[in-house]
Nanobody
Framework: QVQLVESGGGLVQPGGSLRLSCAASGTIVSLYAMYWYRQAPGKQRELVAGISSEGRTNYSDSVKGRFTISRNNAKNTVYLQMDSLKLEDTAVYYC??????WGQGTQVTVSS
């Protein structure tokens, strides 16, 4: 059974940084593409970043240059380093793999 557990969210001021983690079990993060999505109140869930099994990364235009997705194969964990955070980055962030497995989400609030 695939389980994804996100952590690392919290309250941060604009311009600050956070690192989200997605610990996986029942799957191997290096063998499948892994993704970070987010959903802000009243908005649809949107793709933020992805990393392929080969290590290729892609980002939405709204976070390109500020967010970095990476993985630690030994820990079977995927990360999202978020820098230069903006108010509009406030959302619940979810980890996803294989198109159908989701974590419970972690809240990120950017506020002054």
């Amino acid at each position: 059974q695939v389980q994804l557990v996100e952590s690392g969210g919290g309250l941060v001021q604009p311009g600050g940084s956070l690192r989200l983690s997605c610990a996986a079990s029942g799957t191997i993060v290096s063998l499948y593409a892994m993704y970070w999505y987010r959903q802000a109140p009243g908005k649809q869930r949107e793709l933020v970043a992805g990393i392929s099994s080969e290590g290729r990364t892609n980002y939405s235009d709204s976070v390109k240059g500020r967010f970095t997705i990476s993985r630690n194969n030994a820990k079977n964990t995927v990360y999202l380093q978020m820098d230069s955070l903006k108010l509009e980055d406030t959302a619940v962030y979810y980890c996803n793999t294989k198109g159908k497995y989701w974590g419970q989400g972690t809240q990120v609030t950017v506020s002054s």
